[in-house]
């Protein structure tokens, strides 16, 4: 679809400079790991969060939309506590239809930056403006990963691409 121009090609950063080492953990049959267990490391290395957040916010500096894949619900809050409170709006599985609906709609007209979910928005969920996605959650899962990375590769006006 990118060699077609339906989408965007992507263009991977890998943070090298803070990251979250998942590596002691071991995912299910289904490629996702224990929530319990991937809490538990994220929430004994804060310091790393806020790195990371840090290196978004930069990286982002010139971004229309980015959105944030937490891995569990408390991780997003802890991602949500370190960018910018005007500009974040978080949503997960907590959160009512209504509040959603709210929230979404003003990501889509730009009025927050910074759209934080937990298993929320990897499917179904269109906003072409969205031009960073920060995955901050293990996956083993490809078809996962492929819907989380297919959130910013929708073609948008506004949106450059590079062929």
Excluded at 7 to 18: K, S, Y
């Amino acid at each position: 679809m990118i060699k077609h121009k339906y989408l965007t090609p992507p263009n991977l950063i890998d943070a090298p400079v803070a990251q979250y080492d998942f590596s002691q953990l071991r995912a299910g049959n289904n490629g996702e790991y224990n929530s319990r267990e991937v809490n538990q490391l994220l929430v004994s290395h804060p310091r790393v969060t806020q790195a990371i957040c840090k290196q978004i916010e930069n990286l982002a500096e010139t971004r229309q939309g980015v959105m944030i894949f937490a891995a569990t619900v408390e991780h997003a809050h802890e991602v949500v506590s370190y960018l910018p409170a005007e500009n974040t709006a978080l949503i997960t599985g907590a959160t009512a239809q209504q509040e959603r609906d709210a929230l979404i709609s003003a990501f889509k007209e730009k009025r927050y930056k910074y759209l934080v979910n937990v298993a929320v928005l990897t499917t179904g969920f269109d906003a072409p403006h969205v031009d960073m996605i920060a995955i901050l959650r293990p996956t083993q899962s490809v078809s996962l990963y492929q819907q989380i990375v297919g959130r910013g590769l929708r073609l948008a006006p506004e949106k450059p691409i590079a062929w």
